[in-house]
């Protein structure tokens, strides 16, 4: 008997040592939790969902062709619910989509890890996340939920030449608290809205000046006004650097001075609030032309 016993806490010893030696260990009854860094122990035992993989910024330079948002998570009993965000300068207004039947703009997969927009248009510009519920182990249920991906669109799909100009469209940021920029000639702003061409940036700008014009619109096709350049800040990155813009009072444009042959995007950066709250604006309308 007192054999027997040994060997049961010689196993239990050898168990625990095990268990030591791999990182893991179980939370309450449940299946080993993950192994590796980076893992909040309190989340898991709460049961909320561990994001693998967030959501990308994109933008779309065909509404022939779809784009796709996708999310990673682990977790037990996972289900997924993705949202629409707009913010008309006045409300953020959030909308739990459904799967839609629509011609153009329809979403597949609202419940899944990867959401489709077929045929975009420019109503479905915004930022987009995904609400992922979760259970733990006693089967009390937890949500958690992925960063907001924008959606925007872009004219050109990389290149700019001497006869056509950019036309590129962000979804209206939320103003946040004043903070100081990544770049040293810029003033404290409130929010910012990025223009990199959904990751693949901007080139074959040819030589020369380069000349912006930021606007609010809320659609793509019908541009509400030019918003006046002492508003905001352009700054622009290359291969290696970033720089401030100039900024053309006369004609109420920012420029900056463009190099063949190198991938540009550019930052536009609010020192307030990105719209006046007397219109429903709720998009960034960006043109690069050179002349």
């Known amino acids: 008997m ?6 049961i806490i010689a196993l239990a010893v050898l168990a625990g040592a095990i268990v030591s030696l791999t990182g893991c260990h179980k939370i309450f009854c449940c299946h080993p939790a993950p192994c590796g860094p980076g893992i909040c122990q309190e989340n898991l035992k709460a049961g909320f969902a561990t994001i ?6 994109t933008v779309f330079t065909d509404t022939n062709q779809p784009v796709h948002f996708h999310v990673e998570a682990t977790g037990d009993a996972l289900f997924y619910q993705w949202h629409f965000v707009v913010n008309d300068g006045t409300n953020e207004i959030d909308t739990m989509l459904e799967e839609s039947k629509k011609e153009q703009g329809q979403y597949y997969g609202v419940n899944s890890t990867n959401l ?3 045929n975009p248009t420019s109503d479905n510009i915004g930022h987009y996340y995904c609400e992922i519920d979760s259970i733990n182990c006693s089967k009390h249920p937890a949500r958690t939920q992925t960063r907001q991906a924008s959606l925007g669109y872009s004219s050109k799909s990389m290149t700019l030449d001497h006869n056509n100009g950019v036309t590129a469209v962000q979804p209206l940021p939320v103003p946040g608290s004043p903070h100081s920029p990544p770049v040293s000639c810029l ?3 409130c929010t910012y809205a990025p223009f990199n061409n959904g990751g693949q940036y901007y080139n074959n700008f040819p030589n020369g000046n380069q000349y912006f014009n930021v606007m609010l619109s809320n659609n793509i096709s019908k541009i509400l006004t030019n918003w006046n350049c002492d ?3 352009v700054a622009y990155w290359d291969d290696s650097s970033c720089s401030c813009c100039c900024a053309d009072k006369t004609t109420n444009r920012w420029y900056f001075t463009a190099s063949a042959n190198r991938q540009y995007f550019f930052v536009v950066y609010f020192r307030g609030s990105p719209a006046p709250t007397t ?8 043109t690069i032309t050179n002349h």
């Open 279 to 286: 219109r429903p604006y709720n998009q960034i309308v960006l």
């Open 187 to 189: 003033n404290p702003y």
């Open 116 to 118: 489709t927009i077929v």
């Open 52 to 57: 693998r993989c967030q959501p990308m910024d």
């Open 2 to 7: 007192i054999t027997q016993t040994s060997k």
């Open 231 to 233: 508003n905001y800040q």
